[in-house]
């Protein structure tokens, strides 16, 4: 019998992407870094239904806080998908009213299983992470 793994070992298939989920936690550059080394990119969420999928998963592995790749740090208060540099208003962001809110401080988004928005945080903080790639 042949069965068909299409995401590889470590990785989950959701949809029509794979995720893998770190057991590690790292700042949001260094979470970026990891998963190019994967041959995919930080998470970025294009949906409601993929983010809660997303706050579910994170709950059955433990996280508090997860990067997603969301970040102002090229241009102050333009958040942008790390990937494609598209602002997020244009696509899709679910941000906790007041947020962003943190200014120079706080230039790199998450998410936490038990809230339902985006908040920004310190870059330099380090949180758990999810990498994504195509099928």
């Known amino acids: 019998m042949f069965i068909f793994i299409a995401c590889g070992e470590e990785w989950t298939l959701f949809k029509d992407y794979c ?28 949906g409601s239904a993929e983010e809660n999928w997303l706050r ?24 942008v998908f790390v990937s494609n540099n598209i602002r997020v208003q244009y696509m899709y962001s679910n941000w906790h009213k007041g947020e962003p809110g943190g200014g120079r401080a706080q230039n790199c988004a998450i998410i936490t299983p038990s809230y339902t928005e985006w908040h920004d945080y310190p870059c330099g903080d380090k949180f758990n992470y999810v990498c994504k790639r195509l099928v």
């Open 19 to 46: 995720y893998w989920f770190s057991n590690k936690t790292s700042t949001f550059n260094g979470a970026v870094a990891e998963c190019i080394g994967k041959q995919s990119a930080l998470v970025e969420l294009y």
């Open 56 to 79: 579910l998963q994170s709950a059955i592995q433990g996280y508090t806080h997860i990067w997603i790749g969301v970040t102002d740090l090229a241009h102050e208060g333009n958040f």
